[in-house]
């Protein structure tokens, strides 16, 4: 069997236990490039050979959102679910039943709810949804969920959604958590926002669970994820290249400018794919309808291709927001509430921090111009162009990151 068969076969999705996951090999690396990067903004040092690539690129035009979603289309959470089954699968047939209390655990963005969602449908696993954060804040004990043990696994996707920071917000995850850890509901899997469990490890603790997350993605995993071909209208085929060099970005590349690209891609992003992905769709690019040649001083990655393959460029970078040195108190509070909750509705928000909600709007907008946060169906979280910068930046001030 050849190396490449292999990789093709092997899932790029895969759930292991939190002590197995690995950041990629150059993340260490890549921060050390950023903050020169930084640096040398800062003194406004020659940009060389990036004003020419720029302008390399300047006939390319980005791609029509028909397009974009097809070649880049939301993440199917059912494959990673089928990841969780496989890590799940080996050790319930040892048992005979499902048993244990597992926590998989979910970088932002990585929607680990949906996950274990896919997860029960198909093995009639009860879900249970968090209340409404009025709930929580009411302190109305009857409220409080008891559930009794089953025949069958239970879930619960969201974890973050069963507490709020704040005097009168702990005490329903206080519960829950006491309840789960002494067995009275039987087998079941937590679902978990990475920065809520580096929170909740703090308040309330589990004793020895059985900890996962999803694998880190490297730049070889990235590049089979992001770079496979996809039927997209009349077109089988589609080859993605470099658009500064010209060469094509393959699964199997290890070495070369293209391969470093993705491999400073995962790293960048901490290995979330998610992330990944966001980067990844705003720095596609096709060539104009008209233009018979590319201007640029690379060679053609395909001197003879064929007519069944459509070619997309991806450019050499995109602008990252970034949180200024003289960032008021104000803003890093609401980036770091959003981020223990992994996302909140601004009602909420103005719950949990002392500033006005006219104020906490208008310091919401102003993120939201930055690039920092986004909404949607009301709901502000970091966003995911943002979010490496964000937790760069609370983690070199000493405030509580979590651990991936």
């Given at each position: 069997?050849?190396k490449?068969?292999?990789?093709?076969?092997?899932?790029?999705?895969?759930?292991?236990?939190?002590?197995d996951?690995?950041?990629?090999s150059?993340?260490q690396l890549?921060?050390?490039?950023?903050r020169?990067?930084?640096l040398r903004?800062?003194f406004?040092?020659?940009?060389?050979s990036?004003?020419?690539?720029?302008?390399a690129?300047?006939?390319?035009?980005?791609?029509?959102t028909?397009?974009?979603?097809?070649?880049?289309?939301?993440?199917?959470w059912?494959?990673?679910?089928?990841?969780?089954?496989?890590?799940?699968a080996p050790?319930?047939e040892t048992?005979?039943?499902?048993?244990g209390l597992?926590?998989?655990?979910g970088?932002?963005?990585?929607?680990?709810?949906?996950m274990?969602?896919?997860w029960?449908g198909?093995?009639?696993?009860?879900?249970?949804?968090?209340?409404d954060?009025?709930?929580i804040?009411?302190?109305?004990?009857?409220?409080?969920?008891?559930?009794k043990?089953?025949d069958?696994?239970w879930?619960?996707?969201?974890?973050?959604?069963?507490?709020?920071?704040?005097a009168?917000?702990?005490?329903?995850?206080r519960?829950?958590?006491e309840q789960?850890?002494r067995?009275?509901?039987?087998?079941?899997?937590?679902?978990?926002?990475?920065?809520?469990?580096?929170?909740?490890?703090?308040?309330?603790?589990i004793?020895?669970?059985?900890?996962?997350?999803?694998?880190a993605?490297d730049?070889?995993?990235?590049?089979?994820?992001?770079t496979a071909?996809?039927?997209a209208?009349?077109?089988p085929?589609?080859?993605?290249?470099?658009?500064?060099?010209g060469?094509?970005?393959?699964s199997?590349?290890d070495?070369?400018?293209t391969?470093?690209?993705l491999?400073?891609?995962?790293?960048?992003?901490?290995g979330?794919?998610?992330?990944?992905?966001?980067?990844?769709?705003r720095r596609?690019?096709?060539?104009?309808?008209?233009?018979?040649?590319?201007?640029?001083?690379?060679p053609?990655?395909?001197?003879?291709?064929?007519?069944d393959?459509?070619v997309?460029?991806?450019?050499?970078?995109?602008e990252?927001?970034?949180?200024?040195?003289e960032?008021?108190?104000?803003l890093i509070?609401i980036?770091?509430?959003?981020l223990?909750?992994?996302?909140?509705?601004?009602?909420t928000?103005a719950?949990?921090?002392?500033?006005p909600?006219?104020?906490?709007?208008?310091?919401?907008?102003?993120?939201?111009?930055?690039?920092?946060?986004?909404?949607?169906?009301?709901?502000w979280?970091?966003s995911a162009?943002?979010?490496?910068?964000?937790r760069?930046?609370?983690?070199?001030h000493?405030y509580?990151?979590?651990a991936?």
């Amino acid at each position: 069997m050849t190396k490449a068969h292999d990789e093709s076969s092997t899932p790029v999705w895969e759930v292991v236990p939190i002590g197995d996951f690995a950041l990629p090999s150059d993340t260490q690396l890549n921060l050390a490039k950023k903050r020169w990067h930084s640096l040398r903004s800062l003194f406004q040092l020659p940009q060389g050979s990036v004003e020419t690539h720029a302008k390399a690129e300047e006939d390319l035009r980005a791609l029509p959102t028909v397009r974009l979603e097809q070649l880049v289309p939301p993440i199917d959470w059912s494959e990673p679910a089928t990841a969780l089954d496989r890590f799940l699968a080996p050790r319930q047939e040892t048992a005979g039943r499902e048993t244990g209390l597992y926590v998989l655990i979910g970088q932002p963005h990585i929607d680990h709810g949906a996950m274990l969602r896919e997860w029960a449908g198909p093995r009639a696993a009860a879900v249970h949804e968090a209340p409404d954060p009025a709930v929580i804040l009411s302190e109305k004990r009857d409220a409080s969920r008891h559930w009794k043990a089953s025949d069958g696994p239970w879930v619960i996707p969201e974890l973050e959604r069963w507490f709020l920071r704040h005097a009168h917000g702990l005490w329903l995850v206080r519960d829950l958590l006491e309840q789960a850890a002494r067995g009275q509901w039987g087998a079941g899997i937590i679902g978990c926002d990475s920065w809520a469990w580096a929170y909740l490890q703090r308040v309330w603790p589990i004793p020895n669970p059985t900890v996962l997350a999803l694998q880190a993605f490297d730049g070889r995993s990235l590049a089979r994820y992001l770079t496979a071909s996809r039927l997209a209208g009349p077109r089988p085929s589609v080859r993605f290249c470099n658009a500064r060099t010209g060469e094509p970005l393959t699964s199997g590349a290890d070495d070369g400018e293209t391969s470093r690209e993705l491999r400073q891609l995962a790293a960048h992003c901490r290995g979330n794919p998610a992330i990944a992905r966001e980067y990844w769709r705003r720095r596609l690019r096709t060539e104009p309808e008209t233009a018979h040649a590319r201007v640029s001083d690379a060679p053609d990655p395909s001197p003879d291709p064929s007519a069944d393959e459509d070619v997309v460029w991806l450019a050499s970078g995109i602008e990252t927001p970034v949180l200024p040195v003289e960032t008021s108190e104000d803003l890093i509070f609401i980036l770091h509430t959003l981020l223990l909750h992994n996302g909140l509705p601004a009602t909420t928000l103005a719950d949990l921090l002392p500033p006005p909600r006219t104020q906490l709007m208008s310091n919401l907008l102003r993120l939201q111009a930055m690039g920092l946060v986004e909404s949607q169906d009301d709901v502000w979280r970091v966003s995911a162009l943002g979010y490496p910068g964000v937790r760069e930046f609370l983690r070199s001030h000493g405030y509580l990151v979590d651990a991936f």
